[in-house]
């Protein structure tokens, strides 16, 4: 299969998944058991004010006739509005991504710079007890709770320690954000040479970091040290090792560039577990983004904030997807041959 | 593999695929016969001796959280419910070993009448995923074909949702009930049954002795149902014991959110939001503890789900 053969036929399975993605949204809210509207009018609702609210929501009609308004809707960009903010979902939505994003990149950063070498290491030293530490570890950090490991490092850097900034927002109160040129402050706050911003930016992001690279760091130390374990016993290895090279060129030249294509997977399943699995994280930290919107939103009743929100996340999940299969296909040319 | 292993396992007579096999080996020969030929469980284990102690380390966790949830309302040291106002957000002593929250209720008391929801849930959760998934799986790897094509491009798209996301948007809309949570969550976990109990299926369908049993004159459902399921399950229940602990964590953290289980109710992710906003001021016990029975059950779940993975899955 030629590369442009293989480009086509995945944006046509992105494109179809994208629309069942659309669809699944569509009949999780209107044909499973439970009733939208009883959801957005309260508890205390009368009847006749939630037979309203379902008739605004268009809930009364034939449920093809609901599918068509929704998709058509979606197509043109109209998430719907938010109760909360009373503006169109799509703009907060789209306003709040950098903080997200933001966050994301530099936990996908901590986790791959850590896990990698940690992986790394411990195929090299395969048995040992750096080893076993390792493996123990991998374990230990898949079952911690993201919520409650947060709020344990806040208690101990905040509370305790007094070193981490007061766990709410981007920036301390008295800091006017940077030029908006990125939407990522730290970046913003770089190109215009604000390095008051850029420090205090720097130090908001400590924790919540932290507290997202530690949780994703597991995969990356897995797949690295399978990888590297693969790779230490192929024959190229055997030949870089019999021509003489020393042990440090051999790991850090020879195997570990090979390991490295099974990782661009990994930080792909990562950063669309970052951009989503953060909802948490951002609700402790106050953090700005699209998942403190939701979760504002879920404590508000705000139906189409929330609808948008999910389409939003499996969206970015379709795309993300797409671009690792494609990075991958140009690295490695024989995956486009299956 | 250590040297001891090697001799260990060549001892009981099933050389690994590694070892080198004698050229004049007849494989016809020495056929193991049906009375010798050890099951699954029984080459798990004999061949799992450095891993046993991190399946001791799961089983006791398991069996702690187990423990705490039969026999609760009996270990209990007080009240779970009933608030102390003479106690409120004591530090742990030893009066109230683990504390007491904003409301004077035990910390202890609170996180063991927790562990029976939690494990109900997770358990009715994974139940439900088992069921749908390995059903779902089974028949389209058995079928094959077109209607094999539309079902994996289904569940290909409800993959393409992260499972937490997927059961918070589902529990949102469907309202604040723990039924509700417990469809949502096992529906975004029915795929990974699916996709697995369809890969198995579409090995077994071409087995010989799959093919027997259509010589002997089985009808398909049968074969399918009694012959060949049975066979993909050990994987499936692998992927259940995982499930367990992925879905104490998704409830804790979506009722931590406050969507599904909510106050007040006890349940691990409703206590450490309880004491969340008291973590700033210090009063850490209030959040920390449950959290610590949360990792310790899915930390149980996970050791054992990974140990029968290891070694159930590999055939």
Redesign the interface.
């Known amino acids: 299969m030629t590369l442009r053969w293989y480009l086509l036929r995945r944006l046509g399975l992105a494109a179809?998944?994208l629309v069942?993605?659309i669809?699944?949204?569509f009949f999780?809210?209107r044909v499973?058991?439970?009733?939208?509207a009883?959801?957005k009018a309260g508890a205390y609702a009368t009847e006749e004010a939630r037979a309203a609210i379902a008739r605004e929501m268009g809930l009364d009609k034939p449920v093809p006739v609901q599918l068509t308004t929704y998709l058509g809707n979606i197509l043109q960009g109209d998430f719907g509005t938010s109760t909360r903010s009373g503006q169109p979902v799509r703009q907060d939505l789209l306003s709040r991504l950098p903080a997200t994003v933001e966050l994301a990149l530099f936990s996908l950063m901590l986790a791959a710079l850590v896990g990698i070498p940690l992986g790394v290491w411990a195929a090299v030293r395969q048995g040992s007890r750096v080893d076993a530490l390792v493996q123990q570890w991998t374990?230990?950090a898949?079952?911690?709770?993201?919520?409650?490991?947060g709020?344990?490092l806040?208690?101990l850097f905040?509370?305790v320690w007094g070193i981490a900034p007061?766990?709410v927002g981007r920036l301390d109160l008295g800091i006017p954000p940077p030029p908006a040129i990125t939407g990522l402050y730290t970046v913003d706050a770089l190109l215009s040479g604000n390095w008051a911003a850029f420090r205090n930016a720097l130090a908001h992001l400590a924790l919540p970091v932290l507290a997202l690279g530690v949780a994703t760091m597991s995969p990356f130390i897995k797949v690295a040290r399978s990888a590297m374990l693969d790779v230490m016993a192929s024959d190229y290895v055997l030949a870089a090792r019999s021509l003489g090279f020393s042990e440090r060129e051999v790991i850090w030249h020879d195997a570990l560039k090979n390991a490295l294509i099974g990782l661009l997977t990994v930080a792909g399943i990562v950063l669309?577990?970052l951009l989503?699995?953060n909802?948490?994280v951002e609700?402790?930290f106050a953090w700005p983004g699209i998942g403190f919107y939701?979760?504002n939103a879920?404590?508000g009743s705000d139906?189409d904030a929330?609808?948008g929100?999910?389409l939003t996340?499996?969206i970015i999940?379709?795309f993300l997807?797409l671009a690792i299969d494609v990075a991958y296909s140009l690295i490695d040319p024989r995956i486009r041959l299956r | 593999m250590s040297a001891t292993t090697r001799a260990a396992t060549a001892a009981l007579g099933y050389p690994p695929a590694a070892m080198p096999v004698d050229p004049a080996w007849d494989p016809e020969e020495d056929l193991p016969t049906a009375e010798t030929e050890p099951t699954r469980w029984q080459r798990a284990w004999r061949f799992t001796r450095p891993s046993r102690a991190s399946l001791a380390v799961g089983l006791a966790a398991i069996g702690l959280i187990a423990v705490f949830a039969i026999f609760g309302p009996w270990l209990t040291p007080y009240d779970p419910n009933t608030p102390d106002p003479s106690a409120i957000t004591a530090p742990p002593s030893s009066q109230h070993w683990l504390g007491t929250d904003q409301y004077g209720r035990d910390v202890l008391s609170r996180i063991i009448a927790a562990a029976r929801l939690d494990l109900t849930v997770a358990v009715s959760i994974t139940a439900l995923a088992l069921l749908a998934g390995s059903l779902i799986g089974a028949v389209s790897g058995f079928l094959g074909g077109r209607v094999d094509d539309v079902v994996m491009r289904f569940i290909d798209v409800l993959l393409a949702f992260p499972a937490f996301i997927l059961a918070l948007g589902i529990t949102a809309m469907l309202g604040n009930e723990t039924r509700f949570v417990v469809v949502a969550v096992a529906i975004a976990y029915t795929p990974y049954f699916t996709r697995l109990v369809r890969g198995e299926m579409l090995t077994l369908r071409e087995s010989e002795f799959a093919q027997a049993a259509l010589c002997a004159g089985n009808r398909r459902p049968r074969i399918l149902l009694y012959h060949l399921l049975p066979n993909a399950l050990p994987p499936a229940l692998a992927q259940a014991t995982l499930t367990l602990g992925w879905g104490i964590l998704d409830v804790a953290g979506l009722s931590f959110l406050g969507v599904g289980i909510t106050p007040p109710t006890p349940e691990w992710g409703v206590l450490v939001a309880d004491g969340a906003q008291y973590v700033n001021s210090g009063q850490w016990w209030i959040s920390v503890f449950p959290g610590i029975a949360i990792l310790i059950a899915v930390l149980g779940f996970n050791l054992v789900g990974d140990w029968l993975r290891d070694n159930l899955w590999r055939r």
Request: charged share 0%; no cysteine.
């Open positions: 179809v998944t069942g993605v669809f699944a949204v999780m809210t499973l058991p439970g009733d939208p009883s959801v374990i230990l898949a079952a911690l709770p993201l919520f409650w490991f709020l344990v806040i208690y905040y509370h007061p766990p669309g577990y989503a699995g909802v948490l609700t402790i939701a979760w879920l404590t139906y929330i609808q929100f999910v996340i499996a999940y379709v997807n």
